[in-house]
């Protein structure tokens, strides 16, 4: 019988085949659109047209040298995907706080306790530009805009409207078990204080109009130790500048995190500490090698999402 060797794939088209399966099993196994490897920065998949998530985040920011301090942030949102490369997303915040101990002029004016309390929304695209499976290395951007009602420092009154504008880039490694992750981006807020009635004559309480602008970096490696199951480490930076002091603060913080995948849902834990920090202090502040005004010395963040 004679074989007909036209019809039959050559060589190269077996080993080119090959090499398309083995990227397609090898990237099948990496994080999904929409999924968070960390809890600070952000990566650059887009989910994919019609698809929707739900999110559950919850921080826990503890210590601030002295006294007791202990907030936890929540945010529920909702995300879906208005084509293969627009994600929208809109949550809703709460807040609870405990502090007592310690008074800062002018950041926290007494002690202050409530349980959980609505603090405020957000609205954010993101736009994906190149994708990091098919183009080598993922480019997006994403902007965001929040309403607060409520100080996340003190607990008390502030209507604080902010724009963020962030640019997103993440890289495969290593066949795609390890995730390369750079944020880089900018914050220009707009708050004002509301007056409390109660408060020593010296106490210095603004309740004038500020502006502030905020510049933030943050970067991350994670690595699938397991099916499903990444481990890795974050940092972030972040300094912020306002109309009358110029630089106020800036701070770096860096922590693990461990990440599992699952078909429906997935989850996020992730603890960072301050480093180092600087800029204002309060007076009686023991160690100054962090920012401890508007900063705390520990995160520890949740993040629990479903998908449908």
């Known amino acids: 019988m004679q074989i007909n060797h036209a019809n039959q794939p050559s060589a190269g088209r077996r080993a080119s085949l090959a090499t398309a399966l083995l990227a397609l099993v090898t990237f099948a196994g990496t994080v999904h659109a929409g999924e968070h490897l960390f809890g600070y920065v952000k990566g650059t998949e887009p989910l994919p047209k019609g698809a929707r998530e ?4 919850a921080t826990s ?7 007791t301090y202990h907030a936890v942030d929540y945010k529920t949102e909702f995300e879906i995907g208005a084509t ?25 004016p007494k002690d202050h306790r409530f349980g959980l309390k609505a603090s405020g929304i957000e609205l954010e695209a993101l736009y994906n530009f190149l994708s990091p499976a098919k183009d080598g290395i993922g480019l997006s951007t994403s902007f965001a805009l929040n309403y607060d009602r409520i100080d996340k420092h003190s607990g008390q009154q502030k209507n604080r409207i902010s724009g ?5 880039l993440q890289k ?3 066949e795609g078990q390890l995730i390369w992750l750079g944020n880089l981006g900018m914050e220009t807020t707009h708050a004002r204080r509301v007056a409390i009635a109660d408060l020593p004559p010296d106490f210095d309480w603004p309740t004038g109009p500020e502006m502030e602008i905020e510049l933030k970096f943050g ?21 912020e500048f306002e109309t009358e002091v110029g630089q106020e603060r800036w701070s770096w913080f860096a922590g693990p995190s461990l ?15 301050q480093l180092a920090g600087g800029g204002e202090f309060y ?12 900063k705390t010395e520990s995160e520890l963040r949740l993040k629990i999402a479903f998908n449908f």
């Not at 739900?54 to 985040?57: E, P």
């Open 283 to 294: 007076a009686g502040q023991t160690d100054t090698s962090l920012h401890l005004i508007e």
């Open 219 to 239: 970067t991350g490696l994670s690595y699938r130790f397991a099916p499903r199951w990444y481990v890795g480490a974050e940092a972030l930076y972040e300094t």
């Open 172 to 174: 495969y490694l290593l």
């Open 84 to 108: 293969d490369r627009l994600t929208l997303a809109a949550a809703f915040k709460s807040i609870s706080l405990k502090t007592s101990g310690l008074v800062i002029d002018g950041y926290l």
């Open 54 to 57: 739900f999110y559950q985040f």
């Open 61 to 67: 920011r503890d210590d601030k040298g002295q006294g």
């Open 164 to 168: 963020e504008l962030e640019l997103l």
């Open 259 to 273: 990440h599992y995948g699952g078909q429906r849902w997935w989850a996020t834990l992730t603890y960072v500490r």
